[in-house]
Each structure stands twice: as C-alpha cells, then as structure tokens.
C-alpha cells in the first residue's frame, strides 16, 4: 500500500497577519531542527514498514529557507530509511521572494546567485514539484496580508520557474475585504498568463489569536464578507473551468495530470507520517500530532523520545472524517464504500440525514455506473452546496 510523508519546517521570515501555522521567525535553531526532522524520521521508519512512500511533502513555515544541501539531506534520510516509489511525487512550499536573485537586499534564505540557478538545483535534488505561496500579484494585498514578497517577485519568480517545472502550483487567497470581482478576476487571468497546471485557493478565514484577528476586534481592518467570499468563489470555479481546470477539491484546481496526489492520499484516507513540530500523522485507526515548540520537540527527539500525543479513532470519529473528506472531492462518498467499512446502519443513517440535504439542492446522489443493489451510490455537493460543504458534512455526522 502506498503512504505519504509529510516533513514541516516551521521556519518563516515574518508572521503573515492570517496564519496561525506553527512557525519561528527566529533561524538559531535551524540546524538543529533540520537534523531532530532527519532522526524522527529514522526513529519512525518502523511504522512505515509495509508502506511504500508515494509521496514527499516539504511544508511550512517556508522550506524554501532551507539551503539546498539541507533539503538533499532530509530527502536522502526519506530514502535511506523507507521504501519509496520508482517516480515520488516531491513536493516542496516556497515564497517567491526565496525564488528570485537579489543581491540588493538582506536575505535569510539561500539565494541564488543566477536566474534559474535556484531551480536546477531543487530538480537535481529529486524535487519535481513546487507549491509557491502568491496569494496576490497586487502589492496593497500583500502588504495588507503582511507577506514577505512583493507583487513583481512574484511575477518573476513564476516567469523563472516556469521555464523548469511544468508541475507548479500557487496559492491564491479570495474574500479579501476590498477586492472587487475585477481585481479578483485580475488575479487569475496573471496566473493563467504563467500557464500554471494547478491552482489552490482559499478565502481568507480569521483565525483566533492572530493578527488579523486582532485588527478587526480594534476596528483597523474591516471584517470578512461572505457574500464577497462566494462571489468570487463562484468566479474562481467558473474562470478555471473555462480554462481546463478540474475543481477536484473544493480548495484545488488542477489541470488533468496535474493533481495533487500528495493531498488525494489524504483525503482518500492513505496512511502519512507527519515529521516535525505540530505535524500530524495517520495510520488508518489513529491520529497522532507532534508539540508545537520547536525546542521542546528537539529536546525529546535527542533523547529518541517522539514528543506526539495519539488519538484513537472511533469507528464514528472515522465515519465522520470520511464524510468531511469525501464531501469536499469530485470523487464523493461511496455508499459501498461505507457498508464495506462502517456497515448497513451508518448507510442507513447517511440516506435519511442527507435527503433533506439534497431536496434543498445542496447535494445529489450520482448512481453513475452502478445500481441500488450494489450500494454505490456517490454522494457529492452540487455547485450550489460547494461552498457550504463543511457545514453540510457536519450535519451528517453521527456524534459519539
């Protein structure tokens, strides 16, 4: 069976206003940390045993502050310690600001020296895809958004790595308080000018103890619109279908061959190992997640102990998370697959919460190549139910 590996480098310039990922805009513990990632990897190699590692996730923070021979090396430990797939998907998240030359300007990552420079070297190393975080090409979003990079670095830096990666992702973020329909449109006809094969997108959401958060309970920034966030929701879904994207996930847009098969082995409930500090960790029956300190995280691994707390997964806890996944992706719930897994009961229970659900057009039952008898049927949102799917997956659950 095939498993993916998730490796967080919780390393970042400066706190983007929004986030509330585990990050350290500090860099005096980045070789310590690059080598606790190295040996919780070796220390956990066991629970991989019977997998084989399909893909390789460099996430943040921002890995693209790591130097080159620092992500060989955790590439290499992934490799020296699992059994990985002839072809892995390898992906790494950068800024484009890490993507660019400047000399100019003071840097905390290893930048390159000449155009293209940076590129040969991740693909040498085995990287073969990259997650780069735009979020805008409009300098006052960015600012607003407090990102390290600027609206021509980030044009650059695609013209650059598009010349050597024909599997580029961006981030892009919608419902930004005084974007209008055209400067949102704006956004996606700059990235579809790049050619770029996947597109994520998100609305910006406040997060409880950010800075964003923050500034709207003073009254400094205005707060979120969802009727903003749908408008240019709906754009988003109609723009890229026009130009050959498939919406396979309410957040991701990919060209065909050009999905994430890194994310699809989540929410197709593929076993993962989270390495690093907060990163989480599945292996079909439970959930385990690392501390959220970098320090207290290196000090357990020295000491070869995995600092993680595990959650057993109930069999309702796993119907759930399956609801919730499954909702989200072109590919739907599976009434098979839940008497396979869960029993008749849990079918039975899905068929008469969700018939209200769909009679208000939010969702619809697909019996595309299959018949009653076979239990087949595919639940899925419909356009209309997409945007509210989180909400309507738990209105579906079934509480312990």
């Not at 967080?8 to 980045?30: E, M, R, V």
């Not at 279908?241 to 699809?264: L, M, T």
């Not at 599976?334 to 009961?345: L, P, T, V, Y």
Request: one cysteine or more; a negative charge; proline letters at 4%.
């Amino acid at each position: 069976m095939g498993g993916a590996i998730y490796i967080h480098i919780p390393f970042c310039k400066q706190a983007c206003y929004y986030c509330d990922f585990h990050f350290s805009t500090s860099l005096k513990k980045k070789e310590e940390l690059v080598m606790a990632l190295a040996k919780e990897l070796k220390l956990r190699k066991d629970e991989f045993q019977d997998q084989t590692v399909e893909t390789i996730y460099l996430g943040g923070g921002t890995p693209s502050l790591l130097t080159i021979e620092e992500l060989q090396f955790l590439i290499d430990t992934v490799y020296n310690n699992y059994t990985v797939t002839e072809h892995p998907e390898i992906t790494l998240e950068a800024n484009p600001d890490d993507l660019v030359p400047d000399r100019n300007r003071n840097s905390m990552s290893p930048r390159a020296q000449s155009r293209g420079l940076i590129f040969k070297d991740y693909k040498a190393i085995g990287i073969n895809r990259l997650s780069i975080g735009v979020q805008s090409f409009f300098e006052d979003d960015l600012k607003i958004m407090n990102r390290a990079h600027n609206a021509l670095e980030a044009k650059q830096c695609l013209e650059e790595a598009t010349k050597y990666f024909d599997n580029i992702t961006i981030d892009l973020i919608y419902g930004i308080p005084n974007m209008d329909l055209e400067k949102w449109n704006a956004n996606l006809e700059m990235a579809f000018s790049f050619g770029v094969n996947h597109i994520s997108s998100y609305a910006l959401t406040v997060e409880p103890k950010t800075a964003l958060d923050n500034f709207i309970k003073k009254g400094t920034y205005p707060p979120l619109d969802d009727h903003l966030a749908l408008q240019h929701f709906n754009h988003l879904v109609e723009r890229t279908a026009k130009e050959g994207f498939v919406h396979y996930e309410i957040s991701n847009f990919g060209k065909p061959n050009y999905f994430s098969k890194h994310n699809i082995s989540y929410w197709q409930w593929k076993p993962y190992l989270g390495i690093g500090p907060s990163a989480h960790s599945f292996n079909g029956v439970q959930r385990s997640w690392n501390i959220a300190n970098n320090t207290k995280y290196i000090q357990a691994i020295q000491k070869e102990e995995l600092p993680n707390t595990v959650e057993h997964l109930t069999l309702n806890d796993r119907y759930n998370e399956y609801i919730m996944t499954g909702l989200r992706t072109i590919w739907g719930v599976s009434f098979k697959k839940i008497a396979n897994h869960f029993g008749q009961d849990y079918v039975q229970h899905l068929k008469m919460l969700s018939k209200k659900i769909v009679e208000r057009g939010l969702l619809v039952i697909s019996t595309e190549q299959s018949d009653e008898k076979s239990h087949n049927y595919i639940l899925k949102a419909t356009p209309k139910g997409k945007f509210l799917v989180d909400g309507i997956a738990s209105e579906l659950f079934i509480l312990n």
